[in-house]
């Protein structure tokens, strides 16, 4: 056989940009057999043409082929085989890609999350928002009074909840934020009684029931308090809905507390300080619509 118009296997892949023993590989895999072995000296040697053969192996490796997809796609010669592996490994790739995607929103939530720690939002500070609908999870709990032992309670909630996202295989990631909601008919009678806790997540691709929250305008406030602290939490509430009762807003569903920031993993002795964001869905009457901010005192 001629040799002049070979390549031999070094040439071959340096000019493909790959190692002699990636070429070798692919020999011992019957993927890229060479056109011509010298007996005298075990040189092997590759047509120019073959090229354009490697170019695409090395693509459809960079892309996550592995080699015995390609030794199949070239063994088949069957380019309707070769689409089925393609549409496939493109399959694996969105899903990576939504896997990162979600992974992304989770450590982007944790950046935004200790940022607020750090630096909290105008604390006791009570204004009127409007919030878009929320996707919402909701865990009946059982009921107890916002107290000032009522931080062992907070944390069997936290201890159901999380057995929840276990039994239902939810990705531990998204157990954050956890909040709280307790019926305004409760605290019209003098009593914080909480009844549900809430997850408020960005997808429900991994919830196997969600909710919604309403569209709408909400009394909110933001403090910043130890779970544990009843007291704190009976100021917070009564702060709020004064400022509610002054500008004569009427509530139309139930009182939200929601964590919005907490402390590192490394201050144990700060586990329970927390961000929380008071809300209150109101409704507006028409001398309010024009959503100025309202203040109430510290």
């Known amino acids: ?34 056109d011509y072995i010298d007996r005298e000296n075990g040189y092997r040697y590759y047509a120019v043409e073959r090229s354009a053969q490697l ?8 892309v996550g082929l592995s080699l015995d997809e390609i030794k199949d796609i070239i063994d088949q010669k069957d380019s309707l085989h070769y689409l089925d592996i393609l549409y496939a490994r493109l399959e694996e ?48 709990i059982n009921p107890y009074r916002g107290t000032k032992d009522s931080g062992e309670a907070w944390q069997d909630v ?9 039994d239902n295989n939810i990705p531990f990631k998204y157990f954050s934020n956890i909040g709280a909601t307790f019926d305004m008919n409760e605290l019209s009678e003098g009593r914080i009684v909480y009844n549900h806790a809430i997850v408020t997540p960005e997808s429900d691709a991994v919830f196997p029931h969600v909710e919604y929250l309403p569209a709408g305008y909400y009394a909110t406030m933001y403090d910043q308090r130890y779970m544990s602290d ?32 907490e402390t590192t993993m490394f201050d144990f ?29 510290r």
Not at 14 to 29: H, N, P, S
Not at 254 to 259: E, G, S, T, V, W
Not at 270 to 286: C, F, G, H, N, T
């Open 230 to 261: 009843g007291d704190a939490i009976a100021r917070a509430v009564s702060t709020l809905m004064s400022f509610v009762n002054a500008h004569g807003y009427q509530t139309c569903g139930d009182y939200i507390q929601n964590c919005v920031a």
């Open 158 to 166: 936290l201890d159901m909840v999380r057995q929840s996202f276990h």
């Open 55 to 62: 170019d695409e192996i090395i693509k459809m490796r960079e």
């Open 1 to 34: 056989m001629d040799q002049s118009s070979m390549l031999r296997s070094g040439e071959f892949a340096k000019r493909a940009g790959v190692t002699k023993k990636a070429l070798q590989v692919y020999m011992d895999k019957g993927i890229l057999l060479p």
């Open 269 to 297: 002795n700060l586990r329970m300080l927390y961000v929380v964001k008071e809300q209150v869905p109101i409704k507006l009457d028409s001398r309010s619509a024009d959503l100025k901010s309202h203040t109430a005192g």
């Open 93 to 140: 790739v969105d899903r990576n890609i939504e896997a990162l995607e979600q992974n992304r929103a989770v450590l982007q939530a944790r950046i935004d999350n200790q940022s607020m720690f750090l630096n909290p939002p105008a604390l006791r500070h009570c204004f009127v928002e409007y919030q878009p609908r929320r996707m919402c999870v909701r865990y009946r």
